[in-house]
């Protein structure tokens, strides 16, 4: 089992509509939750944190933690064609002192 | 302004010849690590260092050094370069292991 999964995509979602990524993470001891956002050749920019359950928005996105079901997801509400990227979540803390990626999942937003 | 920096942003070298990676932060970070990037592969950790003088391997650390004698600097080498190692390479930075890490634009390596 992978550490970190997240569905590669793409995730075809049309302008205006919400975007639901998600992603599960094995290690239950795991305390930070990141989601990155990276668009092609690029680094990745940090759009949330969340450390403890349930809900954190900023703007346009609300990043939801749940430890019992170890699962974090991130919603974009009014999806823009400028945030088609590539959407990584990152765990860390539990068992390791590194900051585990997931493969990233891929999001279109179509005019 | 916050940031963390990459020297060179793009490299083609050929194999054997040793190249340094420059990556430098200013934000004070105690926390720095180098990652690889591969299509299908993502981000993969090479070498992290929680403070000057302390670093320990990542996931992938074969063929590569590093060295972190200013909390500042965190540069990666490698000493004999081969095909395999053609990527692109990020440096993090990050307060501590806890915290949301900042990335660099990112160094494309190409070795022939």
């Known amino acids: 089992q992978k550490e970190v999964e997240q569905n590669s995509g793409p995730l075809s979602v049309p302008e205006g509509a919400i975007a639901s990524l998600n992603c599960t993470y094995s290690?239950?001891?795991?305390?930070?939750f990141f989601w990155y956002r990276q668009y092609s050749g690029k680094s990745p920019e940090l759009i949330m944190s969340?450390?403890?359950?349930g809900d954190k928005e900023d703007g346009r996105f609300t990043a939801q933690l749940n430890k019992a079901s170890q699962y974090v997801s991130l919603l974009i509400r009014d999806s823009q064609p400028s945030d088609s990227a590539t959407y990584l979540c990152?765990?860390?803390?539990?068992?390791?002192?590194?900051?585990?990626f997931g493969t990233g999942t891929l999001l279109a937003v179509q005019p | 302004e916050a940031q963390v920096t990459q020297n060179p942003r793009y490299l083609i070298t050929v194999t054997g010849k040793k190249l340094t990676v420059t990556c430098s932060q200013n934000?004070?970070?105690?926390?720095m690590s180098w990652y690889r990037q591969d299509p299908g592969l993502g981000l993969r950790q090479i070498y992290y260092?929680?403070?000057?003088?302390?670093?320990d391997k990542g996931d992938v650390p074969e063929g590569y050094k590093v060295s972190r004698k200013e909390k500042r600097n965190f540069p990666l080498i490698l000493e004999s370069p081969s095909p395999n190692q053609t990527s692109l390479y990020f440096c993090?930075?990050?307060?501590?292991?806890?915290?949301?890490?900042?990335f660099g634009p990112g160094t494309r390596l190409t070795v022939t």
């Open positions: 993090a930075s990050s307060l501590t292991e806890d915290y949301e890490q900042y």
């Open positions: 290690d239950r001891g795991s305390q930070s």
């Open positions: 969340i450390y403890s359950n």
């Open positions: 990152a765990v860390n803390g539990g068992a390791t002192n590194k900051l585990i």
């Open positions: 934000m004070n970070h105690e926390y």
């Open positions: 260092s929680m403070n000057v003088e302390v670093t």
